[in-house]
């Protein structure tokens, strides 16, 4: 029900661009619920500007401007705090890069197939830095790289199947895809307006020896690194 409501929601901001009074009249949902919902979704200046000359709720106005000066605020203090981040990673030794994937894969990577490396992912950062960890330290040449994707029925499938394969800068081919996984819609399932969200990536690497590497790294790890 929930997920139902908030898609409403996103789609009466995107689509008719509404206040948070008129989604709340409409649906009844809490404010303090939307201003999580709708976050990502701030309403431009113009039709801020252009909802006050025809008579909006009083005050609905100002609450909106506010909550864009807010968000804008809080966008400068990310973009402070990220400059000041990448500049302590601009030297990483190749010892904390290691460990870095090692930590990646222990999280996210298939363990039970014993021989193939297997890492998904939805978003595109992750699956670019694996891609160049395996073959750096895995000694793993692109040619042999294979990728999957796994997309909602509701989504434009050739679409996202493109975007892709242009995050990959023409580096893998269309051959190294496998055929696309298309899965039916089920409650909870993630279709909101908006998003960023272009489905889920998946890689493969067949190699029992480099498996074998990979899992035993894991392990000495966590078994030198004890509390």
Known sequence: MKTELRQKAIDMRVDDEASYSEIRKKLGVA??????????????????SELRKSGWEKGEASREKYRNTMREKKEKIRARVYQTEKEKFQNLSQETLYVAGLMLYSAEGGKKDAHRITLANTDVAIILFFIKWVQMFFDIETRQLRFQLHL????????????????FSGKIKKSQ???TQIRPLKAGSFTYKGSNNHGTCSIFVSSTEKKVKLIQSIRAFFDLHKI
Request: proline content about 3%; aromatic content about 18%.
């Open 152 to 167: 909602y029925e509701n989504m434009n499938i050739r679409k996202e199947e493109k975007f892709w394969r242009d995050s």
């Open 31 to 48: 404010k303090s619920t939307l201003s999580y919902w709708l976050r990502e979704h701030p309403l431009s200046s113009k039709r801020i």
């Open 177 to 179: 895809f496998y055929k």
